[in-house]
């Protein structure tokens, strides 16, 4: 079955630290892999696709196929990254379903 | 860029009531979606549509059914409001012919059903 899971509810960081909110998928296929991000009174909009393989806002997440991870990065955290994230896995076909994950929120703490 | 709109921010409903939740987008998309927002659940998919008048269960159909008579409308119906149906609505429009199934997501709706 097609899952995605992000362990974490919520993840308390400073200001400067790193950040890595997890991401594990299940799927037998090739998947294509997003990060959506939700800012407090904002759309749900969304970050950065795995085949892009670009850096939005200083976020990174490399597709770990043997690991089934799709995990999200930042070397230095700041206040205006506190928001709600999810990881969405695309099964493919026309529908254009995703699967989301739990959500993970982010607080950056000052 | 895509916008997708929803008729309403916030709305309160009487346990019982019918209740018609819309969303308009504007970029053609073939795709469109609705989606339950609740902390700790993530978003769950309630219904969505490939084509006009064509539709689709998603993971929680139940208490719900959906209406798209025209590409760019797609309207969430809620038969017989019930108070856990209090929930976050989201909206949501594709275009996968365009090589991604990236999704654009409207402001979202919060209905309260007292």
């Known amino acids: 079955a097609q899952r995605v899971t992000q362990p974490e509810k919520l993840l308390s960081v400073f200001k400067g630290a790193p950040v890595e909110l997890k991401c594990n998928y299940s799927y037998s296929g090739s998947p294509e892999l997003f990060w959506y991000v939700q800012y407090s009174r904002q759309r749900l909009q969304l970050l950065l696709r795995?085949?892009s393989r670009e850096s939005i806002k200083g976020f990174t997440a490399d597709l770990n196929k043997g690991e089934t991870s799709f995990h999200l990065k930042k070397p230095f955290a700041q206040e205006e990254d506190s928001a709600m994230y999810y990881c969405a896995l695309s099964g493919g076909g026309n529908t254009g379903k995703l699967i989301f994950g739990q959500g993970t929120t982010l607080q950056v703490k000052p | 860029d895509v916008k997708v709109t929803q008729s309403s921010r916030y709305l309160v409903k009487r346990t019982g009531e019918k209740v018609f939740l819309e969303c308009v987008q504007d970029?053609?998309?073939?795709?469109m979606f609705w989606y339950r927002q609740d902390p700790g659940l993530g978003l769950r998919l309630i219904y969505f549509s490939y084509d006009v008048k064509m539709k689709e269960k998603g993971d929680i159909p139940e208490g719900y059914s959906v209406s798209r008579e025209k590409k760019e409308r797609f309207s969430l119906i809620l038969e017989s409001a019930s108070t856990n149906q209090t929930s976050m609505y989201l909206c949501?429009?594709?275009?996968?012919?365009?090589?991604?199934?990236?999704?654009?997501f409207g402001p979202g709706t919060r209905l309260t059903v007292l």
């Open positions: 970029m053609d998309h073939e795709n």
């Open positions: 949501a429009s594709s275009f996968p012919p365009s090589g991604t199934h990236e999704q654009f």
């Open positions: 795995h085949i």
